[in-house]
């Protein structure tokens, strides 16, 4: 992670590199099940190279995981605008569908 740090500071002024540079850190991030400060490169990446369909996806996940819904939902209305034809945002919005579903159940019983 630090050499994608270093990178960075180093700021060449390629849009793309940078947001390669964004989305190594968050991948890196992301194993580590730092979610949050994923979510923050990610969402760095998106702005500097549209769409960057990976960091499009790879935000959805972190905001998944962070239980941040409507800012998944966000993301997915984002990827289907990308790829529309790809399911994986689809899965994603299931997950959660599913979630939101249990958590109801949980806190007022099976009807």
């Known amino acids: ?3 994608y740090t270093a990178g960075l ?6 849009n793309e590199t940078n947001a390669q540079l964004h989305f190594n850190r968050a991948i890196a991030h992301f194993k580590r099940g730092n ?4 979510l923050r490169d990610f969402e760095a990446a998106s702005k500097l190279v549209e769409p960057y369909f990976k960091a499009i996806f790879k935000a959805a996940e972190c905001c998944l ?8 939902m966000a993301w ?5 605008q990308v790829e529309p034809e ?18 109801f159940l949980a806190a007022f019983g099976n009807p």
Do not use: H, P
């Not at 997915?76 to 289907?80: A, D, H, L, R, V």
């Not at 299931?94 to 249990?102: A, D, G, H, N, W």
């Open 1 to 3: 992670m630090e050499n």
């Open 9 to 14: 500071k180093l700021n060449c002024g390629d």
């Open 35 to 38: 979610y949050r400060t994923a």
């Open 65 to 72: 995981q962070l239980k941040r819904f409507d800012d998944c």
């Open 76 to 80: 997915c209305e984002k990827g289907f």
């Open 86 to 103: 790809n399911k994986v945002f689809g899965f994603i919005v299931e997950s959660v569908i599913s979630i939101l579903f249990l958590d």
